[in-house]
């Protein structure tokens, strides 16, 4: 099973819809700032399942700020970030994490890509597909489900 995850898009519709239309993912994930921009995406490829959840930019969306999904017997924990502090560091998403008894926790909020697993939890941020602020330019994930790991890499457009 493959996975794009995708985060604070801020109008960048183009680049996100043209990686969904050349990838052969199972699933995306859309982690919040400009829930437009993922509906936009999803109009072009309707038969691509997406995930999402609001951020902080995404203001009286009906769309859940956070979620938890089953992807290929992973439990996912889906949130923007900005609830759980992430920008002043991941103690209390990870916390959270345990206590939601799930394999992964995926975020964004700090446009800054990142990959770490502690307490048998993966922790993702795939970045900012328009506004880096890490050392990488505009960027996004690819989750690959293997039997009993998930697979993940960066990758910088």
Same mark, same amino acid.
């Given at each position: ?11 960048? *519709? ?28 999803? =109009?072009?490829?309707?038969? *691509?399942?997406?995930? #999402?959840?609001a951020g902080n930019?995404?203001?009286? #969306?009906?769309?859940?700020?956070? =979620? ?20 002043? !560091? ?12 799930v394999n992964a926790?995926?975020? !964004? ?10 307490? !048998? ?5 795939? !970045? #900012?597909?328009s506004e880096p =602020? ?8 690819? *989750? ?14």
């Amino acid at each position: 099973m493959k996975i794009l995850v995708f985060s604070d898009s801020h109008g960048e *519709v183009r680049r996100m819809a043209q990686i969904v239309g050349e990838t052969d993912a199972s699933a995306v994930i859309f982690l919040g700032d400009c829930l437009r921009d993922i509906g936009k995406v999803a =109009r072009l490829h309707p038969h *691509v399942l997406i995930y #999402s959840v609001a951020g902080n930019c995404d203001f009286m #969306s009906a769309v859940p700020d956070e =979620r938890i999904v089953e992807l290929g017997g992973f439990k996912v924990f889906l949130t923007h970030g900005h609830k759980h502090g992430v920008k002043a !560091g991941l103690e209390r998403l990870l916390d959270y994490a345990k206590k939601q008894g799930v394999n992964a926790a995926f975020y !964004g909020h700090s446009h800054i890509a990142h990959i770490s697993k502690k307490d !048998g939890i993966t922790l993702l941020n795939p !970045g #900012s597909i328009s506004e880096p =602020r890490g050392v990488l330019g505009p960027s996004y994930a690819i *989750v690959k489900i293997l039997d009993d790991e998930l697979e993940i890499e960066i990758v910088e457009v």
